[in-house]
């Protein structure tokens, strides 16, 4: 009988055929729009995956309070009974989903000028849709992580990235403008949902209870979005971050930023973000072998990054002049520190779920804060472009990173004390 394959397989294949559409759409829309459309683009998906990446919070408490089963008591707060907690996950998401709705097309006002003055109603409608629709996938995703469906959470990363890079195919192929673009972004995740859970809703419906009643969950969801947000500044919110504070600078040198940091470090960063809530559940279940089993990821995460950072800094140069035919240039030098860095943000999206799973959700916020205040600190520092980018990349996640360190040093102190 063949052996099936692990969890963290399931969640590898499935980060890699998401990365591979990514991929797909960060390729085709340059290649297709120039660098002056490419910008507002960029801008755009950025903005809608800083509020993605601060939501993905949800997605990591709901990982730590689900456990396969029903309750048999009244767990956590202790305000609920039994059977409130085996509907809070269905209760909690409609209610997030419609304040993130509310909240973001509220706020889109402010923002969408900054990147397409006039336009703010139209993209702000997309953006909180695509927003208010992820609420529902965080929440079941991190149901599935917490009961161990990884077969399930696959086909959901898989059919969403996938059904993106067709929806954004498509729109170019008829000439959509931005409007239309943003919409081909935002419809994937509640379509996505449609289309897998007939397929899951079997094995998850009843087999799940929460930790915790809807008012703590709230309160633990709260701090995890607010970390959550802090990896959006670091990761999927940079290109739009160092748009705003980059005004007056060239547009061509900027698009070429953008691309750069988004290509030479997603093939490290995506996977440790795919992997957020396994390494919490792997840390959380690990016993007395947690502090090995974390030592040994980071260092890991160092060495692959050091690798691929040789590797681009060698011939990244020469694969963006054979994919865009010399439209974008950057060094070698350049490249090899953005995959660096990237190092830097893999090693802190590790410590980050070791916090997480011993409870500690003031250190895990306090680490991911540290490091966005940094990172946006040294991106308003008066410096060329280029420079700035790769300091603000790489002392912000170093000073999160250090953050989560000296809490988990307290921890295992703490821990050795209570033995002898």
């Known amino acids: 009988m063949a052996r099936k394959p692990s969890g963290l397989t399931l969640i590898l294949i499935a980060t890699a055929v998401a990365g591979a559409a990514g991929y797909g759409i960060q390729i085709l829309v340059p290649?297709?729009?120039?660098?002056?459309?490419?910008?507002?683009?960029?801008a755009f998906w950025s903005a809608l995956y800083l509020v993605i990446s601060a939501l993905s919070g949800v997605q990591q408490e709901f990982t730590r309070a689900t456990r396969p089963g029903l309750s048999v008591e009244a767990q956590g707060d202790g305000s609920a009974p039994a059977q409130v907690h085996r509907h809070v996950a269905r209760t909690f998401a409609a209610l997030a989903a419609g304040m993130v709705f509310i909240v973001v097309t509220a706020t889109g006002y402010l923002w969408v000028p900054l990147v397409i003055p006039g336009r703010s109603f139209a993209l702000a409608i997309p953006l909180a849709f695509g927003a208010a629709s992820y609420v529902l996938v965080a929440t079941l995703c991190g149901t599935l992580y917490g009961i161990k469906r990884f077969a399930a959470l696959a086909w959901l990363t898989s059919v969403d990235s996938v059904l993106r890079l067709i929806a954004i195919s498509i729109s170019l192929l008829l000439g959509a403008d931005i409007i239309g673009l943003a919409w081909a972004i935002a419809v994937p995740f509640p379509l996505t949902i449609v289309l897998v859970w007939g397929f899951i809703r079997r094995g998850l419906?009843?087999?799940?209870?929460?930790?915790?009643?809807?008012?703590?969950?709230?309160?633990?969801?709260?701090?995890?979005v607010i970390?959550?947000?802090?990896?959006?500044?670091?990761i999927s919110g940079f290109p739009f971050l160092v748009t705003v504070t980059s005004v007056g600078s060239d547009k061509v040198q900027l698009a070429t930023l953008v691309l750069?940091?988004?290509?030479?470090?997603a093939p490290l960063i995506i996977p440790m973000l795919a992997l957020q809530s396994y390494l919490v559940v792997r840390f959380r279940d690990a016993g007395t072998r947690f502090w090995r089993e974390l030592v040994a990821v980071v260092l890991g995460v160092a060495a692959l990054a050091a690798a691929l950072g040789v590797v681009a800094w060698l011939i990244g140069?020469?694969?963006l002049d054979v994919v865009f035919g010399g439209k974008y240039v950057v060094g070698g030098a350049t490249l090899g520190i953005?995959?660096?860095?990237?190092?830097l943000t893999g090693a802190l999206c590790v410590s980050g779920p070791a916090v997480l799973a011993l409870g500690r959700h003031l250190n895990f916020t306090a680490g991911w804060v540290a490091a966005a205040a940094v990172t946006v600190a040294v991106l308003l520092l008066p410096l060329a472009l280029e420079p700035k980018a790769l300091l603000a990349l790489s002392l912000g996640p170093a000073a999160g990173f250090l953050v989560h360190v000296v809490a988990l040093s307290r921890i295992r102190r703490a821990a050795h004390r209570s033995v002898d």
């Open 31 to 42: 290649a297709a729009v120039g660098p002056d459309a490419f910008v507002v683009f960029a």
């Open 205 to 224: 419906v009843g087999a799940s209870r929460v930790d915790s009643g809807l008012r703590t969950l709230g309160w633990n969801s709260l701090r995890t």
């Open 227 to 234: 970390a959550g947000a802090a990896t959006g500044v670091l």
């Open 260 to 265: 750069a940091v988004t290509l030479t470090r």
């Open 317 to 319: 140069p020469w694969v």
């Open 338 to 343: 953005l995959v660096a860095s990237a190092g």
